[in-house]
């Protein structure tokens, strides 16, 4: 059973949608709190969510309208199906936010929903093998970092893969507050080589 996560500003249709689903698969979760960006995170990882279906229409129950939702998922959590539900295809379209392959049309959640569920399972088995390969890139890719092979950039990249993957349990946790402390010193050792030729300038102009 595939679990599915549902963001809408209201719940009238929700056990319908979800007798429908368990039906072909699909456990769907529904959001009962209106939360913000950063929750949502929280929730999807908690829940532990194959992909995530999203009204387009959200407010006023919520801040945002599903588009911008997706949009922000899609940069959080690489690669995680993030399905946009809408009876305005041509408004989220014009946006440009989003692949109309990811845009579902609400009227296709009564007769259509068999078509809906494939889509939607498709999208979670590509998720799920892309996860899998970041999961091999990360633990590649960690190891070079304990030789000190990497850079500051790719240890960058390497924290955010870890933040997914963690948040999957598909990985051992690690503290990762050395590499902020070792930024740090970078920088004010930076800081103190500019100061330093400061002064040597400005003594050179004094004589």
Partial sequence: MYR???IDDQDKHVSKYQRRFKKLGIDLIY???ALDYNGIVDWIF???LDAILI???LTPRYDFIGSRLVNYLNKKIFDFPCMLLTSYATDALNEELISESFILKKSDMQEGIEKISRKIIQNIKVFQKRLSLAEEEYREDFLKYKNN????QKIEELKEKYNVLKGYHLIEEYDWSAIDKEKDEELNEAVNKLDEILKKFEEIEVE
């Fill in 31 to 33: 959001l009962e709190d």
């Fill in 46 to 48: 908690s829940e532990k």
């Fill in 149 to 152: 092979e990497l850079d500051i």
């Fill in 4 to 6: 599915v996560g549902f």
């Fill in 55 to 57: 009204d387009y229409q």
